[in-house]
């Protein structure tokens, strides 16, 4: 795991795509400071937090500072440092809106192995049978890799419920693996 | 019967060699296991997967000694399973060997305890000592509070635990599962994946044979089998967080 640096834009770590969409939401409410938006992701992501760049949550307030969709106020602390709150702009809540009322969804994308298959087959380099239990072997690692940190997590974990998506939807790419096992097994037989 | 430990230097429990199993004669000759070699780690978890008709459920009778074979060995704890007697069979298979079914195969007239406290019972346990045992492990399987119940009044997740627990009573030295999630829905299979998963982690060696991808994902390693032989192996590396990241959608 690399989730623990604290430099400003390590060149290693996860990044989370809508973290800017995500933390104006998470000041639609009220003002909060950057730890306190940190925890709140690190709830929800459990496990996965880990690998989330450390300072990517500070790095992109910032940025969203400068693009005006949030203000920032420092407050003085006795004995530490100053602590800066954010308060979401007006500009800051019409993103919200928009990212809210925005549908678009990460595609399944089958048609590179479908087309893989059907080329080998084709210019008889393989056995698609065969990279079909290839490629199922390396889904069944994955899916062995998330279920085993879904089945970390407590009952009623929010983060439990993000692995499930993940589970559901490798099972998915396995039924249709199977599928395909069966197609070219018919083929092979009838050849 | 004295089960003999592994041979000094190896922790092989389970081992097949050259394993082959035919039906029929002539044209009608059917290769259902076509001369496997396998060795099963004490402690591990095996997955074996394929299509009906691959002959995984052959290798797990043939394994198990369930079913003779037409060929080959089988080693358990060092000794030949193949060669033995029915009576010596019918001993190993009460107090070595496990076995858990799709269809549960709990005795419909027994309560949950007395369905798991009856191998015990028939490998010579005191009434007494079969009774706490079976006890502890409704608890170990979270049933704890249905011990008095009929396998009618469970429910099919529930019936499997039971089954496992009763697979487990006599300490065996590997547990064979065939399909034990085939007549489960998606919640009763959770809870089956959970109780496969603390047998794993308390060291239990179990080989499954499945076509639930959820199930063959408990295993430390996963076999393919195709037309009665092995076609891909893999070991399921369980630790990359950050395969599960990029996979739950944080980009790298």
């Known amino acids: 795991m690399s989730g623990g640096t604290s430099s400003k834009e390590p060149p290693h770590g996860f990044q989370l795509r809508v973290v800017q969409e995500v933390l104006l939401a998470l000041l639609a409410k009220e003002a909060a400071h950057g730890y306190q938006l940190r925890a709140l992701l690190q709830r929800a992501l459990g496990p996965l937090a880990e690998v989330l760049n450390a300072g990517h949550v500070y790095v992109t307030l910032n940025r969203l500072d400068k693009a005006g969709l949030v203000t920032s106020q420092r407050v003085g602390q006795a004995d530490r440092p100053d602590r800066k709150v954010y308060e979401l702009t007006a500009a800051g809540r019409e993103r919200v809106t928009e990212w809210l009322g925005d549908t678009s969804w990460p595609k399944p994308a089958p048609a590179e192995f479908h087309l893989k298959l059907v080329a080998a087959a084709e210019a008889g380099l393989g056995d698609p049978e065969r990279l079909v239990d290839t490629q199922r072997h390396a889904v069944l690692a994955e899916l062995a890799a998330v279920q085993r940190a879904a089945l970390a997590e407590p009952d009623g974990s929010a983060a439990g419920l993000l692995l499930e998506g993940v589970v559901l939807r490798l099972q998915a790419d396995l039924h249709w693996l199977e599928t395909c096992a069966r197609y070219w097994t018919v083929r092979k037989g009838s050849a | ?252």
Request: charged letters at 25%; zero cysteines; a negative charge.
């Open chain 2, 1 to 252: 019967m004295t089960i003999v430990d592994p041979l000094p230097g190896e922790d092989q429990v389970l081992r097949a060699h050259e394993l082959r199993k035919e039906y029929g004669t002539g044209t009608g000759l059917v290769r259902a296991v076509d001369g496997v070699d396998l060795a099963v780690t004490a402690g591990e978890t095996l997955a074996v997967m394929g299509a009906s008709g691959s002959g995984k459920s052959t290798l797990l009778h043939l394994l198990g000694g369930l079913e003779r074979p037409s060929g080959g060995e089988v080693w358990l704890a060092g000794r030949r399973v193949d060669t033995m007697t029915e009576k010596e069979l019918a001993l190993l298979r009460r107090k070595a060997i496990g076995f858990v079914f799709q269809a549960f195969h709990l005795m419909d007239e027994l309560t949950a305890v007395e369905n798991i406290e009856l191998p015990a019972l028939l490998a010579g346990d005191s009434p007494r000592a079969a009774r706490r045992g079976a006890g502890e492990l409704l608890e170990r399987v979270g049933l704890s509070d249905r011990a008095g119940h009929l396998p009618t009044e469970l429910s099919g997740g529930q019936r499997q635990r039971v089954a496992i627990a009763r697979a487990l009573i006599n300490q065996p030295l590997v547990v064979f599962a065939d399909e034990p999630t085939g007549n489960l829905d998606s919640a009763a299979t959770t809870e089956v994946l959970r109780l496969l998963d603390s047998l794993h982690t308390a060291g239990q060696t179990l080989v499954i044979v499945t076509h639930d991808s959820r199930i063959a994902a408990t295993a430390d390693r996963l076999i393919s089998m195709r037309d009665g032989g092995f076609v891909e192996e893999t070991r399921l590396r369980h630790g990359s967080g950050r395969m599960v990241g990029e996979l739950a959608g944080l980009e790298g």
